[in-house]
């Protein structure tokens, strides 16, 4: 069955500092994964998505992701943290019947 | 377009009692899903739909019902509420006739239940 596994609960950054969020997924093919990310009180948004083709994805709000499928990852990236990144980011797979990660909460430090 | 609306916002509920929360979508998507958002525990998959007249379980069905008659309503029911369901529920819709739009979903904002 298909799943995902965020490790990370909680990370706090620096604003200004690069950021890296772990991801890893259990998928029987080649998987659609997505990167959504939620504001207090807020519903969902889309920051990227992965299904095929070149293996570096990028988003909106200046993130990235990177699917590596020899180590079933899909970690997310910003070179330069804002405060307004602050908010619980949820790594999701599959179609639709999509399971999404625990999330992480990020805090951002001025 | 109002995308996915979701009512009622907020509800509470006595054990025992039975309610329905509305999800309706006007993008004309094949699929629709509910999830309920539970804290440390992200979104869990309750039902989908991959069209009228059709859906199937996901992670966490026990306790809920659904049914789409047609591509743009897919109400969940609960018939005995139970403490347990006190969540957050998102309903989502997402089509694949695009594939750079694959399976993306589009969320509505939301039902807050408690049940007492």
């Known amino acids: 069955a298909q799943s995902v596994t965020q490790p990370d609960i909680h990370i706090t950054v620096s604003e200004g500092a690069s950021l890296e969020l772990r991801c890893n997924y259990s998928y029987g093919a080649t998987p659609y994964l997505f990167w959504y990310v939620q504001s207090p009180g807020q519903g969902l948004q889309l920051l990227l998505k992965y299904f095929s083709g070149d293996t570096l994805v990028q988003g909106i709000k200046g993130f990235e992701a990177e699917f590596k499928r020899s180590q079933s990852s899909f970690n997310l990236r910003k070179p330069s943290v804002h405060w307004s990144d602050a908010a619980e980011y949820f790594c999701a797979v599959g179609a639709v019947d999509m399971r999404f990660g625990a999330g992480t909460r990020l805090t951002v430090k001025p | 377009n109002a995308g996915v609306t979701q009512t009622p916002k907020f509800q509470v509920l006595k054990t025992g009692q039975s309610m329905t929360l509305q999800c309706a979508q006007d993008m004309n998507h094949e699929y629709m899903s509910w999830y309920r958002q539970d804290p440390g525990m992200g979104l869990r998959l309750i039902h989908y739909?991959?069209?009228?007249?059709?859906?199937d379980q996901g992670e966490v069905p026990n306790g809920y019902n659904v049914s789409r008659s047609t591509t743009e309503d897919f109400p969940l029911r609960l018939l005995s509420a139970a403490p347990s369901q006190t969540s957050v529920y998102f309903c989502a819709s997402s089509y694949a006739r695009l594939a750079r739009h694959h399976y993306e979903q589009y969320f509505g904002p939301g039902t807050r239940l408690t049940v007492t």
């Open positions: 739909s991959v069209g009228a007249g059709i859906t």
